[in-house]
């Protein structure tokens, strides 16, 4: 597997890609990688003749007193993982070579965009719009591929592609569990011991949330018992849950179009975020 730094490099490698005809697809990621990455990685391989992987922590998605500073990053590690895997190519830019000095557009997407994720972290999806379109045109792919443990993450960047007319299709992977049903994160890593066993308790209210508005309960109902069912469990706080059109992302009265339910809670260092297909 290659590594590259710039982005000149990364056009070059791709364009030789192109010229002997290969269908080329990108994983973006922040690092810190896990089983979840990896099943990206795989499906990219299955899909296309040669796959990226990007690795770099954007620092425009993360707000002030957030963990930038002390995000997982352990570069060897991930190159070791996705090379075993036989990825072609990975693209680990610096901050300088994706924000050169006086770089000043950012890419939003209002709406889907300003809701749950965006109400409790304002500065995250324009960070991850921006990043995630200079990625796309950097590479020019033919396929992208996300997963969806961050499920309104993909619907944002679905919603930009289009708007944008950059010409990718947005792939999406399944949420990646432990046994416990606890969905895999980078930020699990924040875990102790003790927290961690209280941990798969945000995926099973969200199972119990779909299973009752699948029975034909009022979702904002069954939503409001999950939380509490999740701050019993013992999580500090309960940014949302909240059930959600699969595809608008409007607020669902029942289960009559394909849905989801998402939430978000805080647990000691860690916030964790789930979803589950209603």
């Known amino acids: ?29 922040m690092g810190a990688l896990h089983e979840g990455h990896l099943s990206l990685v795989r499906q990219s391989l299955a899909e296309t003749n040669r796959t990226c992987v990007t690795l770099f922590v954007n620092p425009r998605q993360f707000g002030p007193g957030e963990d930038l500073s002390t995000y997982p990053r352990d570069e060897a590690s991930d190159m070791e993982k996705v090379s075993k895997l036989g990825a072609h190519l990975l693209f680990a830019p610096t901050a300088e070579e994706m924000y050169p000095p006086g770089a000043a557009t ?11 994720e965006g109400t409790h972290r304002p500065d995250f999806f324009t960070g991850v719009a921006t990043v995630v379109a200079k990625l796309l045109l950097q590479a020019l792919p033919d396929a992208a591929f996300f997963g969806e443990k961050d499920y309104q993450q993909l619907l944002v960047i679905r919603r930009m592609t289009a708007d944008l007319d950059i010409p990718v299709t947005i792939r999406s992977g399944p949420t990646v569990r432990e046994a416990d049903g606890l ?19 945000l995926h099973r209210a969200l199972i119990q949330v779909a299973e009752e508005v699948r029975a034909g309960g009022d979702p904002a109902a069954a939503c409001k018992e999950a939380t509490g069912r999740i701050l019993e469990a013992g999580f500090q706080k309960v940014d949302y849950v909240e059930a959600r059109d699969a595809a608008t992302f409007k607020p669902i009265a029942d289960a009559s179009n394909p849905s989801r339910v998402l939430a978000a809670a805080w647990l000691g260092r860690a916030r964790l975020i789930d979803n589950l297909a209603i």
Do not use: F, K, Q
């Not at 056009?11 to 010229?19: E, K, L, N």
């Not at 890593?189 to 066993?197: K, N, Q, S």
């Open 1 to 29: 597997m290659d590594v590259v730094r710039t982005v000149g490099d990364l056009r070059a490698r791709i364009g030789d890609w192109r010229g002997h005809g290969h269908g080329v697809g990108l994983v973006p990621t």
């Open 106 to 116: 950012r890419v939003s997407v209002p709406g889907l965009g300003d809701e749950l």
């Open 183 to 201: 969905a895999l994160s980078s930020r699990n890593a924040y875990l102790t011991p003790g927290e961690r066993a209280i941990a798969p308790a």
